[in-house]
């Protein structure tokens, strides 16, 4: 079974510019979430989605992010305008139903950003 | 405060020594607890959930004390490849399905 693939691996953008960071779950996993780590910190929830739904986007950092999932399969996380503080590894991870394996999340390889 | 605090680290062990760690957490309403471990510029993985009644795998041993918040991961006979990031994980269910991490301690093996 493939486990969750992230694109790119890596990204190098200046200030200001835009960047579009992609995701593809577990195939069949309902729950899609992104995580982030910036330099010196520990791993931060984002959001989570069921399906095309945001469940919690609690921590989302402002305005700057916009995580979408149309269609409830792959997700896409864009910054725009990056900041130099959005410098980080962006995590996703994904989850199969309660019940069905349960919520044991499965993380991906994650996608280093780093804005200059 | 943080939500969760582990041991500062790094832990440097010879092989085949015994290691713990430990790692406290502040919500009392935190549903699921787990280790995951990070190896370096790597992903995080699951090493094991943790249940009140304690859990073995091999040579982990996890323990989840709910009074005291308070879980430990217990490592016998370290090996090389044991060396790595170990993350102490809480899943705030009352959020929906949010898992807040950890620091992270730094574990070294060396023969």
């Known amino acids: 079974e493939a486990g969750v693939t992230q694109f790119p691996s890596h990204s190098v953008i200046e200030k200001g510019q835009t960047v579009t960071l992609r995701c593809d779950p577990i195939?069949?996993?309902?729950?899609l979430y992104w995580y982030r780590r910036v330099m010196g910190k520990e791993i931060k929830f984002l959001l989570h989605f069921v399906k095309e739904s945001k469940q919690d986007e609690s921590g989302m950092p402002n305005n700057r992010f916009l995580a979408e999932r149309t269609g409830g399969t792959y997700s896409t996380l864009k910054v725009q305008p990056a900041e130099l503080e959005d410098s980080g590894v962006y995590f996703c991870?994904?989850?199969?139903?309660?019940?069905?394996?349960?919520?044991?999340?499965?993380f991906g390889p994650g996608t280093r950003l780093t804005v200059l | 405060r943080k939500e969760v605090e582990q041991d500062p680290g790094p832990f440097n062990v010879p092989e085949g020594a015994t290691v713990a760690f430990n790692c406290t957490y502040s919500?009392?309403?935190?549903?699921?607890f787990f280790w995951y471990r990070q190896d370096c510029r790597k992903e995080p993985k699951l090493l094991m959930s943790v249940y009140s009644s304690g859990n073995e795998d091999g040579r982990f041993t996890a323990q989840l004390n709910r009074a005291s918040q308070y879980i430990s991961l217990l490592i016998r006979d370290s090996k090389l490849s044991d060396s790595a990031t170990y993350l102490c994980?809480?899943?705030?269910?009352?959020?929906?399905?949010?898992?807040?991490f950890g620091a992270g301690t730094i574990l070294r093996v060396k023969s």
């Open positions: 991870a994904s989850s199969n139903t309660p019940g069905q394996g349960g919520y044991t999340q499965y």
């Open positions: 919500n009392s309403a935190s549903q699921s």
């Open positions: 195939s069949g996993h309902d729950n």
């Open positions: 994980v809480v899943n705030e269910r009352e959020y929906g399905n949010k898992l807040v």
